[in-house]
């Protein structure tokens, strides 16, 4: 969704683009938050008829507190720590070491600087630190298997509870919390009756959003994969439409430098271009380092002005070389 809106319009939308992290990450944590305050489960876990429960509570007897009831406070937070934040500083990592691999392979730095040393230091020691933190999970998963863990994930553990199934009671719990209150007294107020009505309508919408949270999901996975690059390239096979127009420059000056006259120039150095580089969302061609910076700071093709990131740089090679 955000490549839709991002290309179509890139001067109002651009902005989902270069914060889409964030953005998910905030809603994700709503999300989240919402379910584990009164289904005591993440989305995806009460889709599955499971919920959390605090490590050393319940054995199964039915002294368990009941899913209705949410998780307490401080294993709420936990929870949220573990579901939405972690996620997102992985991710984050992830894209760093992507960009200082990338820096590195180019010589963005000067050898001798010290900051290349640091990165340099810590691009040799985040494989092991990364296979450490996969292999913890994957004995995690083990031990599970066999019988000598209470949960499969051990971000479970730190949170400080263990996933179950719902039990009859839960569910019947949350359907009687979903209903509200299904008697009206022979004489009432029209305070109460108007705060009745408007719980029953926000039950019945909450209801509607899980729903269609989860039609949701499903709607976006289909999207990601009509946009998808394949699948783009798969439509062009089949449709043999004619090549488009260039893209109309932008009328602002950051958008829109005027492009050289010799096509072997860099359009922001205006220079010979050295390490040519193609921009895959726009197509001009730049100096490796000049689009590597502008691209790094912006977020944005200088040209045309359509979003881009760093993996969208495409190294150009000639025969001769």
């Known amino acids: 969704m955000k490549k839709v809106f991002a290309e179509s319009n890139p001067a109002r939308y651009g902005i989902l683009w270069r914060w889409f992290d964030e953005i998910y990450t905030l809603l994700d944590l709503f999300l989240q938050q919402h379910y584990l305050s ?27 507190r009941l899913a209705s009831a949410g998780l307490p406070r401080v294993y709420c937070w936990k929870s949220l720590l573990f579901l939405v934040l972690l ?32 990165y340099k230091a810590f691009l040799a020691a985040y494989p092991f630190v990364n296979m450490a933190w996969e292999g913890w999970i994957l004995s995690q998963q083990l031990s599970y298997i066999l019988g000598t863990a209470r949960h499969h994930s051990p971000l479970l553990g730190l949170a400080g509870v263990r996933l179950v199934r719902l039990t009859q009671e839960d569910l019947l719990a949350l359907e009687e919390k979903g209903d509200g209150e299904t008697t009206v007294q022979p004489i009432v107020s029209i305070h109460k009756r108007l705060k009745s009505a408007f ?53 602002q ?20 271009r050295v390490n040519d580089t193609a921009l895959a969302t726009s197509g001009y061609v730049f100096c490796y380092r000049c689009a590597y910076f502008y691209v790094k700071h912006h977020q944005r093709c200088p040209v045309t002005g359509y979003p881009t990131e760093m993996q969208h740089l495409i190294k150009l090679y000639s025969p001769e070389s």
């Open 87 to 118: 996620p997102y500083l992985r991710a984050k990592l992830e894209k760093l070491v992507s960009r200082l691999r990338e820096e590195d392979e180019y010589s963005i730095h000067p050898p001798s600087s010290s900051w290349k040393k640091f």
């Open 38 to 64: 009164k289904v005591s489960a993440s989305f995806s876990e009460n889709f599955y008829g499971l919920k959390r429960v605090v490590l050393g509570t319940g054995n199964g007897d039915g002294t368990q």
């Open 199 to 251: 719980k029953k309508a926000a039950g019945g919408a909450a209801i509607s959003i899980s729903t269609g949270l989860s039609v949701g999901v499903f709607f976006l996975q289909f999207l990601d994969w009509w946009y998808s690059s394949e699948n783009q390239e798969t439509l062009k096979s089949l449709m043999a439409l004619p090549t488009p127009p260039a893209p109309a420059h932008f009328t």
């Open 253 to 272: 000056d950051t958008y829109s430098p005027l492009l050289p006259k010799l096509k072997t120039v860099c359009p922001l150095c205006r220079k010979i």
